[in-house]
């Protein structure tokens, strides 16, 4: 079994989730979790999205929180969208010192960054399962989205990568190496697959298992994930929110 002591992929009401963040935090307390991220869908997924207006009330709600549990840290976060197939994500410069940590993942339902990003990225996308002659190309130029979008901003974790968008995983992997960025396990989606979590670690990368919860019983919930890492494995040493990770004095982000 993998000693998690983090979960760093968490929502709650100010997006897609069903419990506030003290909800999610006690919930984690309550599994001796150490440290919890609270990751809200980012500013551009269609009816789901984080409010901008909701920010400083959010950062506000976790500096209390924190004040107040002493045995645990918690995260202000966001899982931010590719929006656009030159890496364009949906967290605007000026605000991407806002956030503690930042996960970024392809969803279907987001406002793309224009009419032709919509097409390559999600209307393409929609129509390579109905004509598999497009998914060879359209591998390769997701793929190159998603590296394109881990050089231009400071992003630390891919979120269930494969799931949604078919993807190089390779190309992927080592690209996130170079950038120090963990490619996620998710204990919800079922992705990354256990092909997927042996070839990530071939290539050297960082591996995340995380709960991607949207109700605070699901929190620290991570059998799912262990069931993948451990048929490929991984070693606990290179998942970076495990005990032994930490114990190594690893420099993550």
Do not use: C
Not at 129 to 156: C, F, K, V, W
């Amino acid at each position: 079994m993998y000693n998690i002591v983090a979960d760093y992929h968490t929502h709650t009401i100010y997006s897609h989730g069903k419990g506030t963040i003290l909800d999610n935090v006690e919930a984690a307390r309550k599994k001796r979790l150490k440290k919890i991220a609270i990751t809200d869908h980012g500013f551009s997924h269609i009816g789901f999205g984080l409010a901008r207006g909701n920010l400083p009330k959010i950062k506000d709600e976790i500096k209390r929180l924190n004040d107040r549990f002493g045995d645990m840290e918690i995260l202000l976060g966001i899982e931010s969208n590719l929006v656009g197939m030159d890496g364009e994500i949906d967290i605007p410069e000026d605000m991407l010192d806002s956030f503690d940590i930042i996960l970024m993942g392809f969803h279907k339902a987001v406002w793309p960054h224009s009419l032709k990003d919509g097409w390559d990225l999600l209307a393409r996308n929609a129509l390579a399962a109905i004509m598999p002659g497009m998914s060879e190309q359209l591998r390769h130029q997701n793929t190159m989205a998603i590296i394109r979008a881990i050089e231009r901003y400071p992003i630390d974790i891919i979120t269930h990568p494969g799931a949604k968008i078919d993807i190089d995983t390779k190309e992927l992997a080592r690209a996130a190496v170079k950038k120090n960025v963990a490619l996620e396990i998710n204990a919800s989606h079922g992705f990354m697959t256990v092909e997927y979590a042996k070839i990530a670690l071939n290539e050297g990368a960082l591996i995340v298992i995380s709960s991607d919860a949207h109700t605070p019983d699901r929190v620290g919930v991570m059998d799912k994930g262990f069931e993948v890492a451990k048929a490929a494995g991984i070693p606990p040493e290179r998942i970076i929110n495990t005990k032994e990770y930490d114990q190594l004095e690893k420099n993550w982000k």
